[in-house]
Nanobody, 132 residues
Framework: QVQLVESGGGLVQVGGSLRLSCVVSGFAPENFAIGWFRQAPGKEREGVSCRVDRRNGDVRAYYADSVRNRFTIGRDNVKNMWYLEMSSLKPEDTAVYYC??????????????????????WGQGTRVTVSS
């Protein structure tokens, strides 16, 4: 059974940093795609960042314009987790953050943020609050 567990959310001041983690179990595809999404109160869920690790060694990362140069998506091979390093946080970054992996084998190219939907595997979310 595929499980995704996020952690690392919390309360942080404007300009601060947080590192979110996502542990994925029961899932080992040849090409691994993972996405980070967020949903702020009263707003629709939006893509934040995604990363694709292909079997041939190619790694691609994509970011929403609103977080580019502030957030970094990465992989901790030792801990077998994926993380979202967030810095220079702004009040508008306040949201519940979710990680997701595709349900079907990932063979697509281009911005992976566009390739996730409700049928994929999602975590339960971790809340980030940025106070001013």
């Amino acid at each position: 059974q595929v499980q995704l567990v996020e952690s690392g959310g919390g309360l942080v001041q404007v300009g601060g940093s947080l590192r979110l983690s996502c542990v994925v179990s029961g899932f080992a595809p040849e090409n691994f795609a993972i996405g980070w999404f967020r949903q702020a109160p009263g707003k629709e869920r939006e893509g934040v960042s995604c990363r694709v690790d292909r079997r041939n060694g190619d790694v691609r990362a994509y970011y929403a314009d609103s977080v580019r140069n502030r957030f970094t998506i990465g992989r901790d091979n030792v801990k077998n987790m994926w993380y979202l390093e967030m810095s220079s946080l702004k009040p508008e970054d306040t949201a519940v953050y979710y990680c997701a992996v595709p349900r079907d084998p990932y063979t697509r190219y281009g911005n992976c943020l566009q390739h996730f939907d409700e049928d994929d595997y999602w975590g339960q979310g971790t809340r980030v609050t940025v106070s001013s």
